[in-house]
T-cell receptor, first 114, second 112 residues
Framework: AQKVTQAQTEISVVEKEDVTLDCVYE???????LFWYKQPPSGELVFLIR??????QNEISGRYSWNFQKSTSSFNFTITASQVVDSAVYFC???????????FGTGTSLTVIP | DAGITQSPRHKVTETGTPVTLRCHQT?????MYWYRQDPGHGLRLIHY???????DKGEVSDGYSVSRSKTEDFLLTLESATSSQTSVYFC???????????FGEGSWLTVV
């Protein structure tokens, strides 16, 4: 079973629009960790954020914000006032306390049109 | 810079030949991973290591083997490369389970 689902395969927005990338996860652990990574066209994978299952506070970092809701098993990522440099593939990931593996979603490709 | 070096960065090889990809880290992290990235599949775990000589399989381990004789090096071997193994391979490291993993720059492998 897919542990991390990113239902949006591709999204296109016009510059300065807000955009939300969805991430739904599945786990039976009570302790787990959620992540977002960015992969720009250059190909490297860049860590953006890590949250643990006990911290449901929303996080804001500049134009980026994350909404973690255990009730819906979601960890969504919002970019406010998108810019062309935000164009990338974004991956959501889950790590469970009972294992050593990370589970990645299939990624959402975001294109910001100038 | 997470202190991870992958080599080679690009390689073209023929079907049936052995190929070894090397991952070297300078962070002394316990966990090391090999992922492959393919369109439509995202990142899939091939093998991982939780210590010297301690390795385990991931979801797509068939056709691959790994070795870790030193903390800093994690080798991925394709014993007999096939065209289905054409992919981008990423090494990653983590201090401990549940901690953030950091990726190398990737190795582009083409099997013709």
């Amino acid at each position: 079973a897919q542990k991390v689902t990113q239902a949006q395969t591709e999204i296109s927005v016009v510059e300065k629009e807000d955009v939300t990338l969805d991430c739904v996860y599945e786990t039976r652990d009570t302790t787990y960790y959620l992540f977002w990574y960015k992969q720009p066209p250059s190909g490297e994978l860049v860590f953006l954020i890590r949250r643990n299952s006990f911290d449901e506070q929303n996080e804001i970092s500049g134009r980026y914000s994350w909404n973690f809701q255990k009730s819906t098993s979601s960890f969504n990522f919002t970019i406010t006032a998108s810019q062309v440099v935000d164009s990338a593939v974004y991956f959501c990931a889950l790590s469970e306390s009972t294992g050593n593996q990370f589970y990645f979603g299939t990624g959402t490709s975001l294109t910001v049109i100038p | 810079d997470a202190g991870i070096t992958q080599s080679p960065r690009h390689k073209v090889t023929e079907t049936g030949t052995p190929v070894t990809l090397r991952c070297h880290q300078t962070e002394n992290h316990r966990y090391m991973y090999w992922y492959r990235q393919d369109p439509g599949h995202g990142l899939r775990l091939i093998h991982y290591s939780y210590g010297v000589k301690d390795t385990d399989k991931g979801e797509v381990s068939d056709g691959y083997s790994v070795s870790r004789s030193k903390t800093e090096d994690f080798l991925l071997t394709l014993e007999s490369a096939t065209s289905s193994q054409t992919s981008v391979y990423f090494c990653a490291i983590s201090l401990a389970g549940g901690n953030t993993i950091y990726f190398g720059e990737g190795s582009w492998l083409t099997v013709v």
